[in-house]
């Protein structure tokens, strides 16, 4: 058994890189998912908090 595996899931940093390409056509679109997307950050992370 590793180290890392005596860790809670509330214990370790979870980093998952995300890109996005957007034209000028998709900006509305582009906002609304990338707030969407770090609202559902922010309230993922108070819960494990």
Not at 16 to 45: M, T, W
């Amino acid at each position: 058994m590793t180290s890392a595996s005596n860790h809670s899931f509330k214990e370790q940093d979870f980093h998952i890189p995300i890109a996005f390409a957007f034209d000028k056509n998709y900006l509305i679109a582009a906002g609304a998912c990338l707030y969407s997307l770090l609202e559902s950050i922010a309230k993922a992370n108070k819960k494990i908090r």
